[in-house]
């Protein structure tokens, strides 16, 4: 590495990094200043942030194992919609057997969805621990 | 509405309906509660008197034309059996007022206040509560006994009985109408459907008994709130839905709403209501009951795009994720066991 670019100091700003500016501002900002409901959904924004921050992350990984999972389960025509929903529909119609299979697509899946929904949970940390050696 | 416009209305109705039952001239301190996707609460003084407001902030219109709504009863159904619920020994509010959707305030009705403690992670945790937790399962069994010891044709005519054939019709109905965008939710519904228990007799339900709509003190249960999901159903569904994961918050190790044993639960559940469902029928509604809760996050999701709510009900409809895990963990358990 030479010298020019060890003093590089960073001038971009990721969507990552936009959200916790945004979120700082809600939390530190606007949040001390409102009161009752607003300063309820102050802080409810501030998660929602955070929910589009994960999703950012992991949302690819996620739509990956959806299109591999609709293609494993749904040889023929899926039909129209997201793989998730021909999934959903493939169910309903009884036309997917539900195998352990299925079963462990369907927690890995659970996994990421948790992971940007709602980290928190307290079940996801027991799912965490029996699923994560699972897959 | 705001605060105002709520207290000017209620100034020109309440001086007629609390006549002689609540001494005051007018409305002070109201102020809106935090919490509630759903209805809104208010609280305020009548006087010297602490009360409650309950109202739905959007029109009857809008929950009627709601696809797969499962909001649950008018407030003004929700009122009727309150009141049918304080002839038992079950610790309710009174009620003072009852308005209907054509009324200026909205669909509303007005309550006593209970003093207790509401937030589970205050009881839940507060060392002041220990004696209360450790009471608490047996309590709730014996006043679900008595809640399911209503006569049913007394109830308005909009809680009548269901069968689970029905429910899953109108689960599949919902799961649809929401775009099917969740194959767990329609894996969870498949399994139970393919796992029912042979169907029971119909009684009143609560329909939403469960940490959170519950007023605690020291001694223990004091008030049962939020009675606006109140239906027909096998007794077991009101004692799983109480020790559903959802609503356990995070003490999962204590399988009665967060507090309890389920031996304590069926207990006293026995002790009011002369029998009690065995433990797997009631883990079965566990299960259901997280589907439940993942409809409802559906509903709030769909309340969101039709223009009603705020931020918190966009956000709601993502914890869906909630009962999309609880319905997998749940299942998984049961297969092996």
């Not at chain 2, 069926?266 to 009690?276: D, F, L, P, V």
């Amino acid at each position: 590495m030479s010298q020019d670019e060890a003093q590089t100091t960073a001038s971009d700003v990721t969507t990552s990094e936009l959200l916790g500016a945004v979120k700082g501002f809600l939390m530190d900002s606007a949040l001390p200043a409102l009161s009752g409901r607003d300063q309820f959904n102050a802080r409810v924004a501030a998660n929602v942030l955070g929910i589009i921050d994960r999703e950012q992350q992991l949302g690819p990984e996620l739509a990956a194992l959806d299109a591999a999972a609709a293609q494993q389960w749904l040889p023929g025509d899926p039909g129209p919609g997201t793989a998730p929903q021909q999934l959903s529909r493939a169910l309903a119609a009884r036309e997917i057997h539900a195998d352990s299979h299925f079963f462990e697509y369907l927690k890995q899946r659970q996994l990421l969805v948790a992971a940007i929904n709602n980290p928190r949970y307290a079940s996801r940390k027991v799912a965490e621990e029996k699923w994560r050696d699972d897959s | 509405m705001s605060p105002d416009q709520l207290t000017a209305l209620l100034n020109t109705e309440l001086g007629e309906s609390l006549a002689g039952k609540v001494p005051g001239e007018q409305v002070t301190q109201l102020e809106r509660l935090s919490g509630g996707a759903n209805n809104e609460t208010w609280r305020l003084m009548w006087g010297s008197t602490s009360l409650i407001l309950r109202r739905r902030p959007f029109s009857a219109d809008s929950i009627d034309q709601l696809e797969g709504n499962i909001l649950g009863l008018s407030l003004v159904d929700e009122a009727a059996v309150i009141q049918l619920a304080t002839s038992t020994s079950v610790p309710v509010p009174e009620i003072h007022a009852v308005f209907d959707a054509t009324h200026p305030i909205g669909e509303a009705f007005l309550m006593g206040f209970i003093a207790g403690e509401s937030i589970p992670q205050k009881w839940l945790v507060d060392d002041t509560y220990e004696v209360a937790r450790s009471r608490l399962a047996f309590q709730c069994g014996e006043a679900l006994g008595r809640i399911h010891s209503i006569d049913c044709s007394e109830l308005p005519p909009n809680i009548g009985p269901t069968t689970l054939e029905k429910r899953f019709t109108a689960a599949q109905k919902r799961l649809h109408a929401f775009g099917d965008i969740s194959p767990v939710m329609q894996f969870g519904l498949n399994w139970l459907i393919d796992h029912a228990p042979s169907e029971a007799s119909c009684v009143l339900l609560h329909g939403d008994f469960r940490t959170g709509n519950l007023l605690v003190d020291e001694q223990g249960l004091a008030g049962v709130l939020d009675w606006e999901l109140t239906h027909q159903g096998p007794a077991a569904e009101d004692l799983g839905y109480l020790c559903a994961n959802v609503w356990r918050f995070g003490q999962l190790h204590k399988p009665v709403g967060g507090f309890g044993e389920y031996d304590d639960l069926i207990a006293g559940y026995g002790s009011t209501a002369g029998w009690a469902p065995d433990l797997a029928t009631i883990r079965y509604w566990e299960i259901f009951a997280a589907l439940s809760w993942g409809l409802v996050c559906q509903t709030m999701g769909a309340l969101w795009h039709s223009g009603n709510g705020d931020v918190e009900r966009a956000a709601v409809a993502r914890r869906r994720s909630e009962a999309e895990l609880d319905i997998l963990l749940l299942i998984e358990e049961w297969e092996r066991a």
